[in-house]
């Protein structure tokens, strides 16, 4: 919605813009949290959501840092 509202002297420009933002949220962000699952070994445990999520970022970083970068993301 943003980049349709931009004004802009380049439309294709702006279109190459956005498909960097999906791209980055969807391929880099994705794999990232999706490796983290398999290689922790969170994947097997009885949890879900956010909550697997954090868990493997706790078990891969820190048990102080972990969290916080998923709060961030």
Same mark, same amino acid.
């Not at 980049?3 to 802009?8: D, M, P, R």
């Not at 994947?43 to 868990?55: H, L, N, R, V, Y």
């Given at each position: &919605?943003?980049? %349709?509202? %931009?004004?802009?002297?380049?439309?294709?420009?702006?279109?190459?813009?956005? &498909?960097?933002? =999906?791209? +980055?949220? =969807?391929? *880099?962000?994705?794999?990232? =949290?999706? +490796?983290?699952?398999? +290689?922790?070994? *969170?994947?097997? &445990?009885?949890? #879900?959501?956010?909550? &697997?999520? =954090? #868990? %493997?970022?706790?078990?891969?970083?820190? #048990?102080?840092?972990?969290?916080?970068? *998923? %709060?961030?993301?």
């Amino acid at each position: &919605m943003a980049a %349709a509202s %931009a004004q802009t002297n380049s439309c294709v420009r702006q279109g190459l813009i956005s &498909m960097v933002g =999906t791209f +980055l949220d =969807t391929i *880099v962000i994705c794999s990232m =949290t999706g +490796l983290a699952l398999v +290689l922790t070994g *969170v994947w097997s &445990m009885d949890i #879900e959501g956010a909550k &697997m999520t =954090t #868990e %493997a970022f706790s078990l891969g970083l820190n #048990e102080g840092f972990g969290p916080i970068i *998923v %709060a961030i993301g």
